[in-house]
């Protein structure tokens, strides 16, 4: 399908573009899948990871990054290894979101939109993120934790900073850091996201499988 | 009246620990139903979701019956269940997904039976990952127990299922937004007409658009028959409502209920009352797109589709978000335009424009920086917008998301005038020291 010399992806990156593009009847529909695994690859989506989508895709570098500047989850520019998106939507407001968010500003030392110098620590401030009845919410490279205050918030940041894990779990960080949740999450998830993208295991952005 | 019913929420209310997996699906009776859809056929079932009475959960209430019966003839015709789910205050579809995923994809079995599909798609919002994953493995076990994928259940019946993953604009839970977004293009709405999905949709052909709820009442329309499932509800609000409720009530939650009890009833009975014993000063009955109603007058009303149209405002999604005496309505107010600000695709100018400039005097006005010709202009660009200020809204925009962000405009002005005059000529807001 592509000249193996042509492409910077790993085979296993390859292999896995392969697959996505077999789930869509027309190609060009794998664009959004195919953004992930580049920004996945590169750490952020560069414009070497949107030229090898358009060749996969059949499109021209110039309309794959007229898709990605839509969508505010492809990251055009480096992302800190955490991304913490706290959200101030109207019911997060209600109970204290714009508290936890600078709490989260002052301990990452960052406003929201920017980065840590170390690189580790991205704080931005998000739509609703469908955690409204567990709010305030967060999400670290996407996993959420619901019920935050803005000691368990710094707390959070702290232990990102320490402990720097090599994947987010959901659970784990509702467990340590969050309190009220939406409904009852039940079961705890073992898979958890390896970077600033949601995690996902056919685009290959989780720390494996159940 | 105010007991919670158990249809769709009834599998994850009792068997928690695994209500997710296909074992415990099919342990209570799961994938019966699909297998009883390819033996009825299209007309059947068209039929018999019309005589349900199952409404749209997405927001619009559209019968799905009679969306069903609307394809156009063309084939491939292609499904797409809406799990974009991103107005704020609506958090009941993540329940679903990821608590009960294999009555979703029974659903989805028997909705791409009757409209004769053969490739669905769920389009998830990026901001779900958990939801996703729980819903891959679920489709990954029915392609395994053969319940998807080529011949399903032993017919010659071939159905796939491809779960794809939004990345961050709410503006594609709108359908042909969505429906742009999933051919990989920017998720800016199509005109309606000519581009209702029913005819053409997704890569032009026939589309049904659904809602992740919608669908998951499918198995159960099926088991208990629509008489059965008619009488559950209330009325013309057929079967069970999940509620999202969110804000300063001391039970936050996702409430499966019959529609017709009140808003006192939900509010103080279902929901657990407002915290700290503080006063109810309004609520938004149906999602941030929604006008607000107040206690003195809207409070002991039916919730139904009809009275809540009745009374300027809607039932949406389900997402009711409440607000005590301590709330400041212009900084609610503000919060809610800037999430439609940041939401406009910018298509039109008087969304792309007057979303932001509304966004820009509520925030002078908060500040205390507001001056008395606001209120005018709040109105003035407000009516630019949506014409009239009438409801439900006379559109001049492209999609409805342009209108919805005069909704809480309309409200303050109305039931808070008192209230916004008061940061004007107080230099900001009356209520800080009470804020928390
Ligand atoms: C701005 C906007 C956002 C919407 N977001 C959603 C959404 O997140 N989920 C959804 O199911 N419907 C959403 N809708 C409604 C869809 O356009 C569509 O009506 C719905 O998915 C149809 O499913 P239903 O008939 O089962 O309700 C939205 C509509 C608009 C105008
Ligand atoms: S009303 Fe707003 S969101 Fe809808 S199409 Fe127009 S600009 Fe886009
Ligand atoms: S308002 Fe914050 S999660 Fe919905």
Redesign the pocket.
């Known amino acids: 399908m592509l000249p193996r010399t042509m492409s910077r992806w790993s085979p296993e990156t390859r292999e896995r573009a392969r697959r996505i593009l077999a789930r869509y009847p027309e190609k060009r529909s794998a664009v959004m899948p195919l953004l992930y695994l580049a920004a996945a690859e590169d750490g952020h989506l560069t414009p070497e990871g949107m030229e090898e989508v358009a060749r996969w895709v059949g499109l021209t570098p110039a309309q794959v990054q007229s898709v990605a500047s839509f969508y505010t989850m492809y990251k055009r520019e480096r992302t800190g290894r955490y991304l913490v998106s706290c959200c101030t939507s109207i019911s997060c407001m209600l109970l204290g979101a714009d508290e936890v968010l600078a709490a989260v500003e002052d301990e990452a030392g960052v406003p929201a939109g920017e980065t840590d110098d170390e690189g580790v620590i991205t704080v931005e401030h998000v739509e609703c993120i469908g955690a409204c009845g567990g709010a305030p919410a967060l999400q670290v490279n996407y996993e959420l934790v619901e019920g935050v205050t803005p000691d368990t918030a710094r707390e959070l940041i702290r232990w990102l900073r320490s402990a720097s894990p090599e994947a987010v779990h959901t659970d784990e960080m509702q467990e340590l850091f969050g309190t009220r949740r939406s409904f009852d999450w039940a079961v705890p998830e073992r898979v958890g996201a390896v970077g600033p993208f949601p995690a996902f295991e056919p685009y290959g952005t989780t720390d494996g499988n159940p | 009246m105010t007991d919670q019913l158990r249809v769709i929420t009834r599998r994850m209310v009792e068997h928690p620990a695994d209500s997710h997996t296909l074992a415990r699906y099919e342990a209570t009776g799961g994938y019966r139903q699909a297998r009883r859809a390819l033996d009825m056929g299209r007309d059947e079932l068209v039929e018999l979701v019309k005589e349900s009475g199952l409404l ?5 209430a ?1 019968p ?1 019956g009679l ?1 069903w019966s609307f394809l156009a003839p063309a084939r491939p015709a292609y499904l797409v269940v ?1 799990a ?4 704020p205050g609506t958090f009941k579809d993540r329940q679903l997904l990821e608590r009960d995923p294999h009555q979703l994809v029974e659903g989805m079995i028997i909705a791409a039976v009757a409209n004769e599909v053969h490739h669905a798609f769920v389009y998830v919002r990026g901001e779900y990952p958990k939801p996703a994953r729980r819903l891959q493995r679920a489709v990954d076990e029915a392609y395994t127990a053969g319940y998807l994928g080529e011949g399903i259940f032993g017919s010659d019946y071939d159905l796939e299922v491809t779960v794809h993953l939004g990345a961050g604009a ?2 594609c ?3 042909t937004a969505l429906i742009n977004s999933l051919e990989g293009r920017r998720g800016e709405p199509r005109l309606k007409p000519p581009y209702f999905p029913a005819a053409k949709g997704l890569y032009m052909m026939p589309t049904i ?3 992740v709820e ?1 669908v998951s009442n499918l198995p159960h329309i099926l088991e208990m028959g629509p008489e059965a499932y008619k009488a559950l509800g209330h009325e013309a609000d057929t079967g069970s409502f999940l509620f999202s409720v969110s804000g300063h009530v001391n039970r936050p939650g996702n409430y499966e209920l019959p529609h017709g009890l009140t808003w006192r009833e939900l509010i103080y009975d279902v929901a657990g009352g407002i915290r700290d014993g503080n006063e109810l000063k309004t609520w938004i009955p149906g999602g941030a797109s929604a006008p607000w109603f107040v206690p003195s007058d809207h409070l002991d009303l039916p919730i139904t589709k009809d009275a809540t149209a009745k009374a300027g405002s809607m039932l949406g999604s389900g997402a009711v978000v409440v607000m005590d005496d301590t709330t400041c309505v212009v900084r609610a107010a503000e919060r809610i335009v800037r999430f439609f600000a940041h939401e406009s695709c910018g298509q039109c100018t008087p969304c792309r424009e007057g979303t932001t400039w509304l966004e820009m005097i509520l925030r002078r006005i908060e500040s205390g920086a507001g001056r008395e010709v606001d209120v005018d202009l709040l109105l003035e660009v407000g009516g630019n917008i949506s014409v009239g200020l009438a409801w439900p809204p006379r559109m001049t925009t492209i ?3 342009g209108p919805s962000a005069v909704s809480p405009i309309i409200s303050i002005t109305k039931y808070f005038k008192d209230e916004v005059l008061a940061h004007i000529h107080g230099n900001g807001c009356p209520l800080r020291g009470a804020q928390r």
């Open positions: 749209g959960r997405g927001g619009a559209f799905a969306k809406n974009d789910e991103s107005e709410y503006i839970g709108e359908e658009v659904n809602n919608t999609c409805p998301l």
